[in-house]
């Protein structure tokens, strides 16, 4: 068990790029999170997976945002356009689902500089 | 919608000694669950302490307790014995049973002072 991994941990990008972030989850667990934090804020939430299953989506994920886990496994968050806005670290968690367990691992997340 | 609301932006205290970090928080749910995260300086988040609402009993892991008020809807931490390690970002979250999606607090710098 490596932990939740995320690629990169750094990106700066000039504005109007897209980009896409990776995150590799604990192999067993089914539940998947992604988190956006920005200076001297806690983290807020994105979307979550089950499995492949997007279940929920923030009303803070414009439709410049687009998040996938095909097959259940690793996840892929990309944004569009980028806006000097989207500059922030964007935290990746996972969990296994069983009763009595809400304990999510975070990842080391990837920060974004938008320029 | 549920907040949670951490006043305190940072505190330091000496090594050993005992400090506590205060959150409160707001949910219309009756079963819901209760952290602290962790987040030392460049390094990923960890989870400290988890409080179920529907245990009276405080939850403790070795030096860490806490203080649940569920009636004031209040969440505190207490550390005893502080060590450096102790240094972090520390947030309250909570997560409605059924949704585990965590709302965060703003966060407490802690810095414990050699």
């Known amino acids: 068990d490596t932990g939740v991994s995320q690629n990169p941990r750094h990106k700066i990008t000039k504005r109007g790029q897209n980009v896409t972030f990776r995150c590799d989850p604990i192999?067993?667990?089914?539940?998947l999170y992604w988190y956006r934090q920005t200076l001297g804020q806690g983290p807020e939430f994105l979307t979550y997976?089950?499995?492949?299953?997007?279940?929920?989506k923030s009303r803070l994920l414009s439709d410049r945002f687009s998040a996938e886990r095909p097959k259940g496994s690793f996840s892929t968050l990309e944004i569009q356009r980028t806006e000097q806005g989207d500059s922030a670290m964007y935290l990746c968690?996972?969990?296994?689902?069983?009763?009595?367990?809400?304990?999510?691992?975070f990842g080391p997340g990837t920060r974004l500089t938008v320029t | 919608a549920q907040t949670v609301t951490q006043s305190q932006p940072e505190m330091s205290v000496q090594e050993a000694e005992t400090v506590t970090l205060s959150c409160t928080y707001d949910?219309?749910?009756?079963?819901?669950?209760l952290f602290w995260y962790k987040q030392p300086p460049s390094r990923q988040m960890i989870l400290v302490i988890r409080?179920?609402?529907?245990?009276?009993q405080n939850a403790t892991e070795n030096r860490f307790s806490v203080n649940f008020q569920k009636a004031a809807k209040s969440f505190s931490l207490k550390i005893s014995d502080s060590q450096l390690g102790d240094t972090a970002m520390y947030f309250c979250?909570?997560?409605?049973?059924?949704?585990?999606?965590?709302?965060f607090g703003t966060g407490t710098r802690l810095t414990i002072i050699p």
């Open positions: 968690a996972s969990s296994h689902v069983s009763v009595g367990s809400y304990e999510q691992y």
């Open positions: 192999s067993e667990h089914n539940r």
């Open positions: 997976f089950q499995n492949e299953a997007q279940l929920e």
């Open positions: 949910t219309s749910e009756n079963n819901y669950y």
């Open positions: 409080q179920e609402a529907y245990k009276q």
């Open positions: 979250a909570l997560a409605n049973f059924g949704n585990e999606k965590l709302t």
